[in-house]
């Protein structure tokens, strides 16, 4: 828990992603052979690094955010999306501008309620009428702070635990990912359990602008077998439609995703493991792509075998997202087992 907390408290905007990193490195030293890097920021723990068969186990380090796109001669800020960042939860939000000369704090103003009617219909936050406000009162007052157009802006939200066993924060999608695939390898140590295969555990960045890092890492690594993990929508609260968004709930299990870039039959070892560990768990369909670095892995190289286990999130891209622990539990589990299962040589064919 101090490690997840440290983790999630520590920003790592796409692009921006390589403090993250260092911290899980960090962390993962113990429990792996050697790491692997790449020229934009994916670090990957290997255990057994000359196995021929190699297997992944991966999730995303990067969270959404926004830059800085305009500057007024009165020292106002407007901003374009770095990611799928939500212009609706913006107003009144505290942010952290990161320039070469540190953290410039601010925050995103909004007129008072008595003030901001214009017309028949109150407007409300959108894009281009979001604005940050540091403090200036011009653009040169601004521009001695240190900020300048392409500066990259978060949110100072940090961890808490609401209710004993709810954990939220900023960018749990998906540095909760890396946390669930460093404590596999943790378990792995501490449970004396060799593998008879190369383990890649792969802390990919910029998914949130598109699989980027998933990309560039599957063709380098080539694997045989990819697990991916990632979030998914808990649609038991307000304002969500199960019959579209599926009914997947926090507590009730990781969730299984079917998917034509599922692999079936690496997704039914996942259904048999979870059955017989009694873990519990959910289903979830997927149109055309999951969405999710699973993509990019199971359509590289030759294609590979590749499933997607999501953990179950509320208020996803805001700053008060929330799992459950014991689903996070439960996730870690999951993939611990099915590891153990799988032997070299496997190709999960269907014409085997």
């Known amino acids: 828990m101090t490690f997840l907390e440290r983790y999630l408290n520590n920003a790592s905007p796409t692009g921006y992603e390589w403090e993250g990193q260092k911290l ?94 214009q017309g028949p219909k109150e407007k409300p936050p959108e894009l281009d009428n979001i604005f940050i406000d540091v403090g200036a009162s011009s653009k040169d007052e601004v521009e001695a702070l240190g900020v300048h157009v392409g500066c990259v802006i978060t949110y100072p939200d940090e961890f808490f635990v609401l209710n004993g066993d709810k954990l939220v924060c900023r960018a749990i999608d ?13 378990l792995l140590k501490a449970r004396k359990q060799k593998l008879d295969f190369g383990l890649y555990i792969v802390n990919a960045v910029q998914e949130e602008v598109g699989l980027r890092g998933a990309e560039m890492i599957a063709e380098r690594l080539n694997p045989n077998v990819a697990i991916v993990t990632d979030v998914s929508h808990d649609t038991s609260t307000p304002m969500i ?44 369909p997927r149109s055309r792509a999951t969405g999710t670095d699973t993509d990019a892995f199971a359509y590289s190289n030759s294609g590979v075998a590749s499933a997607l286990i999501s953990l179950p999130l509320r208020y996803m891209h805001t700053t008060v997202e929330m799992v459950h622990k014991q689903d996070v539990e439960n996730v870690i589990e999951l993939i611990y087992h099915t590891l153990v299962e799988i032997k070299p040589g496997e190709t999960f064919s269907y014409f085997d």
């Open 24 to 117: 899980w490195m960090e962390y993962l030293r113990p429990y792996v052979d050697e790491f692997i890097t790449d020229t934009y920021g994916t670090a990957v723990g290997v255990i057994n690094p000359n196995a021929e068969y190699k297997v992944v186990i991966e999730g995303h380090a990067d969270e959404i955010s926004w830059y800085v796109n305009y500057i007024t001669d009165n020292g106002l800020i407007y901003v374009i999306r770095n990611g799928g960042s939500d212009h609706q939860i913006a107003p009144s939000k505290r942010v952290n501008i990161h320039t070469d000369n540190g953290i410039v704090q601010g925050v995103f103003g909004w007129p008072a309620i008595h003030t901001r009617r």
């Open 174 to 186: 998906n540095r909760i990912g890396g946390f669930m695939i460093a404590e596999v390898a943790r």
């Open 241 to 284: 439609e199960p019959k579209r968004e599926g009914a997947n709930k926090i507590g009730d299990g990781p969730v299984i995703c079917y998917a034509p870039a599922i692999q079936n039959k690496l997704r039914e070892r996942l259904i048999k493991v979870a059955t017989e560990q009694k873990i519990p768990f959910q289903r979830l």
